[in-house]
Structure formats: C-alpha cells, structure tokens
C-alpha cells in the first residue's frame, strides 16, 4: 500500500481521510441516528409513507417497459455470450431509461427514487446485468453527482446528452483502492490556465468498456485532497483498457480504465476542488437504494420459485413444502422478502421526501437486504436441490423448466461487495452509532489528548450523561403502548424498549474498551446489527400497519409476515446481545494473528500449489512443514 509519493498510508492516515470525507452535521432527522442513541422515533417511520397516486405517464413507461422486458431480453443469451446486444441497450435508451432520474427540463424522464426504485425492481426481475448497467451509469455514474452538485453549465453541457443514452461510469477503486480511498494514486495537476492534468489508472470500472463519459475521483498531490471531474472518453490520453470478467454478471462492461495526461478543462471539476470523496460519499447515499430494490425483487422470485417447487416436487410421500425442514425456510424467506420490500420502500420514500437524512438507512438498506438476499438465494438453491445447481440451458435441453437459479446465485453474490461492502457499511454505521458519544466524550476518552483539554471536556460529559443515561433506562416500552397496532403491538414494544437496551449497551461497552472500541470490530457490529435488525421491524410493522389502516385485502396476510418475521428477529437480536455480553472474540483474533503469521501452515499440506501462489509458497513455506 502506498501513497502517490511511494510512501505507506498509514491506518491513522487512512482514517483521517475517511474523517475529512465524512458528512459530519445532522440537519434533518435520522431514524437509525435515534435508533443509537436510545430514541425509538416511530413518527419518522409511521404511518408508513404512501406512494403517491401513480403518474399516468410513469404507468405507461412500466407498461412498456414490461413490454421491451419479455419482447426483447433473453436473459440465459445475454450471460451465456456475455453480451448485452446493442438492439437492447439502443431499445432502454429509446424508452428513456437511461435518463429516468434526469429532471425533465434537461430530456430525462424527472422520476422519483420511488419510481426510479420500482422500474429497476421490473428490470431486475427480468435480468441483472441490465440492471448494472443503468444503475452503474444513473445510481452512481455521471448524472447522480451531475443533479447533486453540477453547475448550471455543466447541466445544461451534460444532462441531456446523458437522457439520451450517453452510458457513464464512476471510476473511484484502484488497484491499491478498494474500501480504502487513502490510497488514491490517480493524480491531478493544475495547469497555469487552471485546467487540469490527470494521470493514473482505475480499475473495475462498471461500463467503463461502453461509456462515454466518466466522473472521476483524483488526487492532487500537493495537497493530498481528492477532486471529482468529469471525463469525457473522447479526449486524448483517455485508454479503454482490458475488460474484467466475473463470477456472475457476464454481461457487466466492466474494465481498466487509464489516463495518460488527460487535460481536464476546469469547467469539468465538480462541487469544488477537494471535495471529491465527499462527492462519491454523498453520492453513494442515494445511489445505493437501487440494490437493495434489486435484493428485494430477487427475494420475490425466489418466494415465486420456491413456492411452485415446494408444492410440485414430491419426494418421501409428500410435496417437500411439507416437510418441515423446507417449511421453516419457505416461512422465513417469505417474511423475510416483506421486510426487504418495506425496507426498500422505506428508504426510497424517506429520500423523496427531502426532509429527512438518509445516509444511515440507505447504507442499512444495501448491507441488509444484500445479506438477507444471499441467505435466500442459498435456500432456493438448496430448496430446488440439484435443479438448482444446474443451469438454465441444460434444464431447457432436458425439457424441464429453464428456472436459473445458477445464475440468479451467480449474479448475486457481488452485491455484498460493491457500493460499500458489507464490513465497510457496518463501520460507516458503527461510526455514526458512536458520533454523540465521540463528540461529548471523545476527547476525555483520547490517551493523546492533552491533559487540559480531557479536563475540559469533563463538564459536559457530566451535564449529557446525567440526564441521557438514566434516561435510557426509564420510558414505558410494555402494555398497553402502541395498542393501535392490534396484534402487532407487542412487537412495535419491543423495538421501543430494545432501542434504549441498545443505546445503553453501546454505551457501556465505551466505558468498559474505551478507545480500543474502535479495534473490537465483532463487538461493534454486533451492535450494527441490533440497529439493523431494529429498522427492518419497524419497516415491516409499519408497512403492514398501514395496509391494515387502508382496508387492502392482504392485509391479513402481511400482518401474519410481519409476525413472523418480528417473532425471528428477536430471537436473532437476543442472540447478538448474548454474544456482546460472552464470546470468543478475542481468543479468534489471536487464532487469525498466528494463522496470518504462518504457524498454521501444517493445515495447507496436501494440495498441489495454487498456480498464482506456487512460487511465494514454496519460498514462504519452511522446509520443516513439507508436503
Ligand atoms: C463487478 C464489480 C463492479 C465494480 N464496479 C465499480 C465501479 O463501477 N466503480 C468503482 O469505482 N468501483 C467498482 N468496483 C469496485 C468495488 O467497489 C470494490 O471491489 C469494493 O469497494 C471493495 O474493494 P476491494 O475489492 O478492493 O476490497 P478490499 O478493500 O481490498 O477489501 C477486501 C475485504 O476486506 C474487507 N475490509 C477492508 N477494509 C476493512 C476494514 N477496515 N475493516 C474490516 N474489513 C475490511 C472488505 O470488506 C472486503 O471483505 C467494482 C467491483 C466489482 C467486482
């Protein structure tokens, strides 16, 4: 790892970036924020958010999406030539797809992240790859930074080129820079006419093989400070180097991307020099709802696929739905998929409503629904036993239905690594978690800091805690509290009580590590994952509060999902706090540090070397251990 002068980035280093980068003010109200500090703020969340009555022209771009979707996209072709064919991608751009969240003064289609969150659920209901390759440019590429903090020119330049069908991509990771961005190599230099020079390489650059334009994250190296600019392909010293292949998602164009003394016209930075990171950072907040509306809609399919199966497949003198054993994981997977939903929906509506700050539950929304997503996608496989490891194309040669769970699982499994892992979403949150506390007692809690200024900090940790802390023990969570939820009220009691036993174990485990907090990752995110877990309850409680209110006729059935779900994640979150009080933490880490260090080698015999470790292998490998 190094910086672009050669030299090491150090972790202290590395944090200090994340720190500049990071949005530090809470203007509008958080949810999950409250959520850490012990206040169950169920106004935000309820009555959960109605969709607005549904445009007449939004109705008839799904219909014809819909359309364009079973007329025109093979998806088994697609991944089997790892290719979508330009007939497709001139098809999504003629229905306007890929300007859906362009306002319409510059041709785009001005759409809600409501909206714009359920035309990618059809898409991604029908093929994954194109939903990469709208998000990759409209999620996360030129035009979402463009809308946020483009000038008017650059719109004006810009936006309607994008509406069009212009692709873009977002070009951030390196091969040095993955969750790290301390380690940025791309540089930029000021010219005496203000324009810029860039230099470097970006790797895995989704689309980067098809666009023609890109938003850039660059380093000055003078100041250390990254800029954002946007790139247009065409310019000299712009290279489209080799194409990535994956796992899954055969279809992805993704690639290398470098540039060889790029000359930038200042008029193409965006937000402000120095701002870049904080530009991709606030970028991703919304930019990343469209994942977990994807994970969402996986989910669906795999209730709609089990289902059939469960009831069709007959084995041991019953559909295998009835054996117990697949029973329990089609109960959980369809209470699960609810949840997901009303996540999903959740966040979408808090981000269209403009007076809430989303970050934490855009950042929940990814980590959750990728993970409960994979949890599924693994059932179904299992569920569809061997048909499921098999792939479409060989089951339609077989003659039995070309279901692909293969690829689904295939197409999947990135989700819980790109646009923030799922380790990076819960330290982002951790650090949130922790924010009010870092702020009143930060500096008492710093070894580094000097003795005046711990001193100083003692009073105002005094006036905060007496009242915060107490106060995180009283407040009625029991009956006869939130009765207008009937059946469902004893779980809403629940979220309200176990917000504050949250917000008291996260302050007790400050008191008993202090800043060595920072370094019990497991302990941290066990406490993510009471949030976490706390804001899907709440979402599907809400979701299925107000379908009761309106009188839907399913309403029955949601309710009984959000039984089940909410009677399955207190059992998990009584789990995590079991394993905050007792684990094994610290004896797995020492294991981890010894197996880093070498001294379970022993284990690794037995094998032929792997070809592109064999040589480091045989020179790190001592004599003694042989094979
Ligand atoms: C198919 C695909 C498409 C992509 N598209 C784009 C794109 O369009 N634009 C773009 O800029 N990038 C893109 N990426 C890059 C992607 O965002 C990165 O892969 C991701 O950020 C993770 O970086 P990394 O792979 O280098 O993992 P690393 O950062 O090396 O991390 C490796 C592992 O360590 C964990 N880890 C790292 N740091 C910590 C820590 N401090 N604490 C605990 N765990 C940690 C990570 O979670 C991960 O599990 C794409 C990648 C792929 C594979």
Known sequence: MADPTGKPVSAAEARRVAEEARETEWKAPSFLKQIFLGNFRLDLVHPFPEAPPERPEFRDFMARLERFLMEKVDSDAIDREGKIPPAVVAGLAELGAFGMKIPT?????????????????LITSRDANLIVLLS????????????????????????????????????LTEPNVGSDPANLATIVKKTPEGDYILDGEKLWCTNGTVASLFVVMAR?????????????????GVEVGDRCHFMGLKAIENGIIRFHGVRVPKENLLWGEGKGLKLALITLNTGRLTLPASCAVLGKRCVEICRSWGNERVQWGEPIGRHDAIAQLLAEMAATTFAMDAVTDLASAMADMHDRDIRLEAAVAKMWNSEEGW???DRTMQIRG????????????RG????????????????LIFEGSSEIMRLFIAREALDRHLAVAGAFADPKAPFGTRLAALPRMAAHYAWWYPSRWLGWGRWPRFSEFGPLAGHVRYVDRTTRRLARTIFHL????????????????????????????????????????????????AAELADVFSRTMRRR?????????GNDDVAKYATARRLLDGEHLWLERGMTPMAMAAELAAEAMPAAVGR
Do not use: C
């Open 510 to 557: 400050m008191l008993l590590h202090g800043p060595k907090l920072e370094k019990r990752q497991a302990l941290l995110f066990r406490t993510v994952d009471v949030g976490a877990d706390l804001f899907a309850m709440a979402a599907a409680l809400a979701r299925a509060d107000q379908l009761r209110r309106a009188g839907a006729v399913e309403a029955p059935q």
């Open 400 to 415: 039995e239905a070309p279901i692909p769970v293969e690829r689904m699982m295939r197409d999947f499994r990135i989700n």
């Open 386 to 397: 061997g048909r499921g490891y098999e792939t479409a194309d060989s089951l339609r040669a």
């Open 136 to 171: 990759a440019h409209q999620s996360i590429g030129v035009p979402q930074p463009l809308k946020l903090f483009g000038t008017k020119e650059q719109k004006a330049k810009y936006l309607p080129r994008l509406a069009k069908g212009e692709i873009s991509a977002f070009a």
């Open 375 to 377: 949890k599924i996608i």
């Open 573 to 581: 979150i009584a789990a995590h706090f079991r394993a905050v009080r």
């Open 220 to 236: 000055h190296p003078d100041t250390k400070k990254i800029s954002a600019f946007i790139v247009e392909k065409a310019w000299p």
């Open 105 to 121: 003064e510059y041709g785009g289609l001005g759409f809600t992240q409501r909206e714009y969150g359920d035309a990618m659920k």
